[in-house]
């Protein structure tokens, strides 16, 4: 049985692995392309681009993993049918159940090299991808900093400690020069927020600077008159789908206890949480098709409905979770319901097939 598992692990891997950069690359290229039209925006050129797109490919791995496994599953265990091998391996006495274990033994391989990149290398190798290209197009406009980013605003220097939506930063703080830039007042606010395409601070205090010293003024709420635009300091909000699950745990903690907006990151931490079991049930849902009603059809056929299931499956991901906040429905509902009905399909076609 060792041979046997081992056989049908290794041409699991190797058809999951090929599909793996078939769906990177593709994704890669069109990001290349997308990014195409940014070109010549400050110093932003071609091999920028390029190094910006191979970066994100990490993450890409991470997002087409399921559907990547389902395709190359069913490429592999199909590679085994069309040469009669599966039959042979059952005439010999390994039942439906035994090569779908086998199957899932090498999937944990997959599945801890998942996590790894998930957790590990997306979240530093998409940062560095940001960075990168906002260099290139904001130059020393704007600088990001471990405790936040700071704006060049005409005469002003600005630092944000966090962006939350693109309506609310935190812990702002506005140092105003003059034209031989001395420094002549310093705002500190705790907030701000956008009402009515105005930015108005939030409890905080104002400093003028005086030859004969230090003026402080306090405020419950005061307008702030910006050129700033949300599109540079969104290098601060980090896309929850690309932190690691501890930091998704932590600022989703912070959010909490600010009495803010908590689903999006809520939804992708259970979709992180869950993601290793989605990739096991699309190992059990192509040997499903395999040994159900895909048994006697062509490689090509199979490739095909792999394809389009992994898509419906992907797509099924992207949508059913932020539809069912809409609805007001639990994170982990939106998270989990995709999984669980293709689970049932696989559960329903593996009892049909024996």
Known sequence: MNILRFYIGKTILATSIMTLIVLAVIRVLFTLIDESGDFGKGSYQFVDGLSYSLLLA??????FFPMAILIGSIAGLGLLASRSELTV???AGKTTMQI???ALSYGLILIAFAIFLGEYVSPKTTRMAEDIRNRAILGDQLVKGEQGVWVKDGGKMVHVKDVIGNERMEGVSIYQFDQSQTLESVIHASSALLD?????LKNGYKSIITQDGIERQRFDALEWQTNIEMENLSVLSDDPETL???SLYNYRQYLANNGLETQSYDLAFWRKLIQPISTAIMII???SFVFGPMRSVSMGARVLVGVLTGMAYFFAVRTFGPVSLVFGMPAIFGAILPPAIFAAGAWY???RAG
């Open 285 to 287: 849902l192509a040997a």
């Open 349 to 351: 076609l593996l009892r």
């Open 58 to 63: 990490p993450q890409y791995i991470y997002e």
């Open 244 to 246: 690691d699950i501890v």
């Open 89 to 91: 391996m059952r005439a």
């Open 100 to 102: 779908v274990g086998s």
């Open 196 to 200: 009515n395409n105005v930015w108005q």
